[in-house]
């Protein structure tokens, strides 16, 4: 159980496109959504927290116009890379909480591997 | 603000030594704390969760102590193979929506 998909696995885009990635929690319904961003040989960095039906959190640093994020349901969360640029090359990651649960424990998806040319 | 260390950032042993990974934070206030695996290329996966009010939790061959008033986390894995051959981060658990604070990782290595 617990299981979190990602999709695309893989993604390459032109600098200057939109590219969105989808984070699906499968078995369960997720109240809270994170979205990770992890550079090579790097640890993960936190770049925004999504409640359904809210607006998402950023974290400091992070561009909320140029990373949309939108969690239109308790188990779909996507994350939009607007106008991309090669600096936005990245390997992203989302995981999910699972409703009600109090352990506070994170599922994480397989990721997604992100390179604009 | 919350900072977690791993030491050592890389390690590399011989198949059936155990290991010992280690993990520090600087904010004793957390909800819990994990322990992840991490392949080239590929997505976490959990491996043992702490709850803030527990001291140790135990899985196969994986062993993991909290001493929250230290602030400390060590993850022991006895007689490792080659398969155990990853990144492994340590991560707590900082606030009520569950938000995690990362370790940069121990980069291991297992040689047959």
């Known amino acids: 159980g617990a299981v979190v998909s990602q999709h695309p696995s893989r993604v390459i885009c032109k600098s200057g496109t939109s590219v969105k990635i ?5 078995d369960f319904q997720a109240t809270t959504m994170f979205w990770y961003r992890q550079f090579p040989k790097k640890s993960l960095m936190l770049m925004a927290t999504s409640n359904e039906g809210s607006k998402a959190t950023y974290e400091q640093g992070v561009e909320k116009d140029k990373f949309l ?7 779909l969360s996507t ?39 | 603000k919350q900072e977690v260390t791993q030491i050592p950032a890389a390690l590399s042993v011989p198949e059936g030594e155990n290991l010992v990974l280690n993990c520090s934070f600087t904010d004793s206030a957390i909800y819990n704390l994990q322990w992840f695996r991490q392949d080239p ?3 976490l996966t959990s491996l043992l969760l702490i709850q803030s009010s527990q001291r140790e939790q135990t899985s196969g061959r994986l062993n993991a102590s909290l001493d929250k ?18 990144t492994y981060l340590c991560a707590v658990t900082t606030d009520s929506w569950g938000k995690l604070q990362f370790g940069a990782g121990t980069q291991v290595v297992v040689t047959p």
């Open chain 1, 22 to 26: 989808e984070c699906r929690s499968l």
């Open chain 1, 69 to 75: 994020i939108n969690h239109a349901s308790l188990t």
């Open chain 1, 79 to 117: 994350l939009t890379v607007t106008s991309a640029h090669p600096e936005d090359s990245s390997f992203y990651i989302c995981s999910a909480t699972i409703q009600g649960s109090y352990s506070y424990e994170q599922y994480f998806g397989p990721g997604t591997r992100l390179t604009v040319t």
């Open chain 2, 41 to 43: 290329g590929k997505g």
């Open chain 2, 69 to 86: 008033s230290s602030g400390r986390s060590t993850l022991y894995i006895a007689a490792s193979q080659p398969g155990d051959s990853a």
